[in-house]
């Protein structure tokens, strides 16, 4: 069965704190590892992960992806409110582009 | 361009009742999927499908129904409605291409009593 585990399940710091945030999993098929940040309403893609240790950035957020430890983890550095969300980490495989979610992380920034 | 819709936002079901969540999507995309998300959860996946004409089932799929007769919809059907259904209801949407990113819908908040 595919699995994905996240943590720490939530998370609160203040404005100007860096986090990291945690994803391991089992996938059968696996394709690519992705994030999506999740606002009160729909999530929202940020990055996609296919090879090990490539490393992507967009703004202060950055990802890693480890296909031999098969974890990824996503940092966000010099935290805003606005990043305040749900973090969820899917894991997609080959088999009809199915993800598989972990639970999320929900971070918490105080001003 | 309006992407993934769904209707309702929210409903109220009664124990026993039928409903059936909406879903259109604009952007000719193949593969579409219905999710679940329970409080303080990720995502479920019920059913999904890779085109029209085709679904299977997901993780979840007890109590569900689906059917793709369009590219464009793909509703999902609750019969026989039970507490353990009461949830927010994902719809989202993919190219089946080389990019896996899926688009969701706002969600449908289903509460069942």
């Known amino acids: 069965e595919d699995k994905v585990v996240q943590s720490p399940l939530s998370l609160v710091v203040h404005e100007g704190d860096t986090v990291t945030l945690n994803c391991s999993y089992e996938?059968?098929?696996?394709?690519?590892l992705l994030w999506y940040k999740q606002e009160k309403k729909a999530p929202t893609f940020l990055f996609m992960l296919?090879?090990?240790?490539i490393e992507k950035k967009s703004g202060r957020l950055s990802s890693i992806l480890d296909k031999k430890e098969l974890f990824s983890i996503l940092n966000i550095t010099a935290t805003q409110t606005g990043d305040s969300a749900i973090y969820l980490c899917?894991?997609?495989?080959?088999?009809?582009?199915?993800?598989?979610f972990g639970d999320g992380t929900t971070l918490t920034v105080k001003p | 361009n309006a992407g993934v819709t769904q209707t309702p936002k929210f409903r109220i079901l009664k124990i026993g009742q039928s409903m059936t969540l909406q879903c259109t999507q604009d952007?000719?995309?193949?593969?579409m999927y219905w999710y679940r998300q329970d409080p303080g959860m990720g995502l479920k996946l019920i059913y999904y499908?890779?085109?029209?004409?085709?679904?299977d089932k997901g993780e979840v799929p007890n109590g569900y129904n689906v059917s793709r007769s369009t590219t464009e919809d793909f509703p999902l059907r609750l019969e026989l409605a039970a507490p353990s259904q009461t949830s927010v209801y994902f719809c989202a949407s993919k190219t089946g291409g080389g990019r896996p990113e899926a688009f969701f819908g706002q969600g449908t908040r289903l509460t069942v009593v």
């Open positions: 952007m000719n995309h193949n593969y």
């Open positions: 899917a894991a997609d495989n080959t088999n009809a582009g199915k993800s598989t």
């Open positions: 996938v059968t098929n696996f394709r690519s």
């Open positions: 499908s890779v085109g029209a004409g085709i679904t």
């Open positions: 296919t090879s090990s240790g």
